[in-house]
């Protein structure tokens, strides 16, 4: 089965704080990419990272990173020093196997930031 | 600014209208384009596949003489909601993968229709 998970429906935290959003995935495909996207109110997906199955390199940009752990099969991604600005849903998502496939969508994160 | 050019971004109409939304690649020519729907605070989900020049691939449980889509060109698929009910109402958002860039999509604005 081809599937993702975000367990955390709903996290608060106060401004400053670091956060770290969840996300596990299924393939069993060898060749797959994952992604992170954030949904703020008015709808629109912005994109934020996408990963290959055969980089496992954690990535840092800005106040974002990504751990990828294909051990665990897991693409956790950490905001520090939350702002405001970042209260918004997040998806993790997966393409299995074929670029040009649909996305496989988690079910999402959202994340209130409170001043 | 925008690859991807996706109107209405807001829609309200009397239940059993048809509703059309289409979604316009600008950059590139897409053979594929993909249509996910979107409830209240609820996930993506795929409802088809729209294919340049054949039919469009839907998803299980999506209604295809409900939801109809028309690739008609290398830059454009529209969605049509035909005879919407307040049950329509939801998020629809269109995708475009370019050519040659394993994994990358781009996404509509979307468009948010009400059924009253």
């Known amino acids: 089965a081809q599937k993702v998970t975000q367990a955390q429906t709903e996290i608060s935290v106060v401004e400053k704080e670091d956060v770290t959003l969840d996300c596990v995935y299924e393939t069993r495909d060898t060749t797959y990419y994952l992604f992170w996207y954030k949904q703020p109110p008015s709808g629109e997906l912005v994109f934020l990272i996408r990963r290959n199955s055969f980089d496992e390199q954690n990535e840092i940009s800005g106040r974002y990173s990504w751990n990828f752990q294909k051990s665990t099969s897991s693409f956790n991604f950490t905001i520090t020093a939350s702002q405001v600005v970042d209260s918004a849903v997040y998806f993790c998502?997966?393409?299995?196997?074929?670029?040009?496939?649909?996305?496989?969508f988690g079910k999402g994160t959202t994340l209130s930031v409170s001043s | 600014g925008a690859v991807v050019s996706q109107h209405p971004s807001r829609v309200i109409c009397k239940s059993g209208t048809s509703v059309k939304i289409e979604c316009r690649s600008l950059?590139?020519?897409?053979?594929?384009m993909f249509w996910y729907r979107q409830f209240p605070k609820k996930s993506l989900m795929l409802m088809a596949t729209?294919?340049?020049?054949?039919?469009?691939?839907?998803e299980q449980g999506v209604e295809k003489d409900k939801f109809l889509i028309n690739h008609a060109s290398l830059t454009l698929s529209t969605l049509t909601v035909t005879s919407a009910h307040p049950e329509d109402s939801s998020f629809y958002i269109c995708?475009?993968?370019?050519?040659?860039?394993?994994?990358?999509?781009?996404f509509g604005a979307g468009t948010r229709l009400s059924v009253l």
């Open positions: 998502a997966l393409i299995p196997n074929q670029a040009g496939t649909a996305l496989i």
């Open positions: 995708s475009v993968p370019p050519p040659g860039r394993d994994g990358i999509q781009y």
């Open positions: 950059d590139f020519q897409a053979t594929t």
């Open positions: 729209s294919n340049e020049g054949s039919k469009a691939t839907y």
